[in-house]
Every structure is written in structure tokens, then in C-alpha cells.
């Protein structure tokens, strides 16, 4: 409770002393870059495999011929789309945005680069946080729609080039009975997980104490935390989201 209660305090101080409008524009387009521009590759490359695998698997386990084979594609979309998109790469995520967001502002830290800009009058946290948090939020639900549209283009390629399901078949199963709320459902995912990784991970950087080795135990300490807040908001949206927006 006393972390938590720290984490809440640490949030509260990111809205006070504010900088220009400006300065936080020019961060946060920064911190877009590095978080979502130089994330688009291995997003893509890890959904393409994702949606290859479970288009295979899925096959493997509908041998009936009293089962169309559109249900393959029509499951590997309802898996990526729930789960896989937004759930599977907030771990990848985490292991890679977070822990260079918690390694670099525990650098700043314990080279007294952070004292440096509270003598100067600047609310640190607010300066270096901010516009992570931010940035988060704008770039991982883009990244999550490009994980999306990835792992089933990934699953059409494994599917017709194994022989495993026709395009027909596939296009057919991608389209069948399909729920608008699914799309609302994983983007309302992306945000709460962008925001828990993005500011868990600020938090452990910014507290960190001691040399070098403390920064490589705050970089794990965040991913860590970071990947137990998702799994935890990943069951509770699923609790009290999915009657709603799913009708289930």
C-alpha cells in the first residue's frame, strides 16, 4: 500500500508546475518517435509470426470435415483481436519501451541530472514523465492496429501457402458475423495498458538510488510490475467490459 500510495503521489505531481504548451509538444513528438516509430518493425514481425501460428494450430484442431474451414480464420480473428493484438504485445511492449523508459530516467537520476532541473526550477517529474505517458498513449493503440492487421495477414500467408484454408475461405471467415465492439474493446485495452506500462515504468526509473547496478534493477523491477498491472487490467476489462461491449 505504501508503493501504491507513492505511485498515486508520483502521478498527482506530473499535472503541477507545468512547462509551455510548446516544450511539451516538442517532448512528446520525441518521445513518439522513439516509442512507436522504432517499435513498427518488431511489432510487425512478431504479430506476422503470431497470426502464422495460431491459423496453423487452429487448422490442425478443426479435422472434421462437418466444420467449415472459414472457422479458422474466423478464430484467429476473434484470438488476435481480443488478445493477442493488444495483450501479447503490451508484454512485448513493456520489455522493450518500458525498460528503456525506466533505465533512462533512473540514469538521470543517479547522475544528478534530475537534481539539476529542480534547482532550475523545473518540476522534473512532470518534465521527463509527461510526455512519455502521453506519447505512450498515442503511438501503442496505432502499434496494436498494426499488430492486428499483421498477425492476420500473417495468418492468410501460412494459411493458403500451407494449403490449410483457400483465400476464399479465409476473407470469408475474417468477415463472418463480426462485432464492432471488439475494435472498441481493444483499443479501450490499448490505452489502459499504454498508460500502466508508461507511468510504472517512469516511476521505477525516477526513484531509483545508488550506481549502475540499481538502474539494471529498476529496468527489471518495471517490466516486471508493468507486465502483472496489464495481466491484472487485462482480466478485470475482461470482467466488466466484455457483457458490455461484447454481449457475453
Known amino acids: ?4 500510495g507513492k505511485y498515486v503521489m508520483f502521478l498527482s505531481s506530473l499535472f503541477v ?16 518517435y522513439q ?25 490442425y484442431n478443426l479435422v472434421t470435415p462437418l466444420v ?9 480473428r476473434e484470438m488476435t483481436l481480443l488478445e493477442l493484438a493488444p495483450t501479447i504485445m503490451a508484454v512485448i511492449y513493456a520489455g522493450k519501451v518500458g525498460s528503456s523508459m525506466a533505465s533512462g530516467i533512473g540514469s538521470m537520476r543517479i547522475t544528478e541530472q534530475i ?10 517529474s512532470s518534465y521527463l514523465v509527461l510526455p512519455k505517458i502521453v506519447a505512450s498513449l498515442l503511438m501503442y493503440p ?15 500467408l501460412a ?17 463472418l458475423n463480426f462485432n464492432d465492439g471488439v ?38 523491477e518495471a517490466v516486471t510490475t508493468s507486465v502483472i498491472a496489464v495481466l491484472l487490467s487485462d482480466y478485470f476489462l475482461a470482467q466488466f467490459l466484455a457483457p458490455i461491449l461484447l454481449g457475453v
Not at 1 to 4: A, Q, R, V
Not at 17 to 32: A, G, H, P
Not at 116 to 122: N, P, T, Y
Open 1 to 4: 500500500m505504501e508503493g501504491f
Open 159 to 175: 494459411g493458403t501457402l500451407t494449403g490449410v484454408v483457400t483465400p476464399t475461405d479465409y476473407i470469408t471467415g475474417i468477415r
Open 17 to 32: 508546475r507545468r512547462e509551455s504548451f510548446k516544450t511539451y509538444f516538442d517532448l512528446t513528438i520525441e518521445e513518439s
Open 115 to 124: 537534481d539539476a532541473l529542480e534547482v532550475m526550477g523545473i518540476n522534473s
Open 35 to 59: 516509442i512507436g516509430v522504432k517499435s513498427i518493425y518488431l511489432v510487425a514481425l512478431v504479430s506476422c509470426f503470431i497470426g502464422a501460428v495460431t491459423t496453423i494450430q487452429t487448422a
Open 68 to 76: 467449415p474451414k472459414s472457422v479458422i480464420s474466423n478464430v484467429v
Open 183 to 220: 475494435i472498441l474493446f481493444a483499443m479501450i485495452k490499448a490505452f489502459v495498458f499504454a498508460f500502466l506500462i508508461a507511468s510504472i515504468s517512469s516511476y521505477k526509473g525516477f526513484f531509483t538510488s545508488g550506481g549502475a547496478l540499481e538502474v539494471g534493477i529498476a529496468s527489471t
Open 142 to 156: 496505432m502499434l496494436v492496429i498494426v499488430a492486428g492487421v499483421c498477425a492476420l495477414f500473417g495468418g492468410y
